[in-house]
């Protein structure tokens, strides 16, 4: 059985502002963090098909620091998917929105889920990543 995470999130920006915060490396930077420890992941992303990356952080007991990722789909600057493996491979979509009132809407959907609390801890993380987006759609 495998689980779909659903989140979604309205932002005052851009659309173009919100989809540089999703695939600029640097921004990345700036919101991807180790939940645990607060530090941010280093990584290599590109916002192009087939590219390989990885998010890295320092390594714990359970987990070897780093996240693997393939870009599967980019739809400037509406959709974008990649692979997002750190112990079980799942997929993540991003499909951002401008909405009646110009906020965007920016959903997200996580396939491969193995497990509920697997899916807990994923709507976890997501929702303090969330929260860190905003703070750089403000810089």
Do not use: C
């Amino acid at each position: 059985m495998s689980l779909t995470l659903n989140l979604d999130y309205q932002y005052n920006a851009s659309i173009e502002k919100v989809w540089s915060a999703l695939t600029d490396s640097s921004k990345l930077a700036k919101w991807v963090f180790n939940i645990q420890t607060g530090v941010a992941m280093e990584n290599d992303f590109k916002a192009e098909v087939g590219h390989r990356f990885q998010f890295r952080t320092e390594p714990s007991q359970w987990w070897n620091g780093i996240i693997e990722g393939e870009v599967l789909i980019v739809d400037e600057p509406h959709k974008l998917s990649y692979t997002w493996e750190g112990g079980e491979k799942h997929t993540v979509t991003w499909t951002l929105q401008v909405l009646e009132d110009g906020k965007v809407n920016l959903h997200l959907e996580q396939t491969g889920i193995s497990n509920e609390p697997a899916l807990n801890g994923a709507k976890y993380g997501w929702g303090a990543w969330f929260g860190k987006i905003e703070e750089v759609l403000e810089q």
